[in-house]
């Protein structure tokens, strides 16, 4: 916020726009294009464009800024004060001097700032942190339910989730590999796409502790050879290791990796072994609703 007040002031009274501050802000603190361009955990946003438009929304609340149109600001008579003040930073404990940002708050006189990590977050980043932390809780538990499930269980469950994630074919066909001994470790076989174009063969490992190995995928690839295969994915509710995972490159048939972390998010994802169990809209204002034909 500081660095942002510092951009007004060097405006010299004139209007600034946004995008050209978050272009400023970026240069000042040295960010990669990467940093630039990093997405909040809900995608959609690029988290630093964000931080920068809340820093302007703090700092307006707080009359230390003031937007005279669209995009723009303009520092005020106060935000002059405090800068004279030369503060080492600007936070929310500086910005609840005044009465107009402790109520957009929503916290009477003398508010107690809240210590620890959240209190540094937009409240976008805040509700994404928590979310992120529910889901995380809740994918540990889903994979610990289907560890406990059984290998044929497991093998049904694979084909739901890839058919959710809008590979082609029905259950029916999907599962027509399904449990069938003596074919070469492969559990299920999906099409690519409705069509049919191409097939993609499965095997399914519902193992609680021990890990793949590269012993493990060799034979999986062997079987992908004898089936003229070129694509085939691995799902387990373990891990790989990492000889497994390096082993990739020396198949002939592509073959993708999902253990039990990735299969529980897919599962979230698409909505397999989950239920929604509440809703909750965030909203913002249509600009477009509020502009006036002249």
Known sequence: MLPLLEIAASAQGQDVKLSDAVDQLASRFKLSESERTELLPSGGT????????????????????EAPKRGYFRLTQRGIRILKQSPVKIDN??????????????????????????????????????????REALATELLDRVKKCSPQFFERLVIHVLLKMGYGGSFKDAGAALGKTGDGGIDGVIREDKLGLDNIYIQAKRWVDKPVGSPDLDQ??????????TKGIFITTSTFTKDAQASLKDYTSRIVLIDGSQLAKYMID???????????????????FFEEDI
């Open 46 to 65: 690029f988290k630093f464009s964000s931080r920068a438009s809340w820093a302007r929304t703090y700092l307006q609340k707080a009359g230390l800024l």
């Open 93 to 134: 404990k500086i910005l609840s001097q005044f009465p107009e940002f402790a109520a957009f708050q929503g916290k009477k006189k003398s508010p107690k700032v809240e210590s620890g990590d959240h209190s540094k977050e937009t409240p976008i980043e805040s509700i994404s942190s928590f979310y992120e932390q529910f």
């Open 220 to 229: 999986f690839s062997g079987a992908l050879s004898k089936k003229k295969a």
């Open 270 to 288: 698409y909505g397999v072994g989950v239920s929604v169990m509440d809703v909750f809209e965030l909203k913002k204002i249509d600009s477009d």
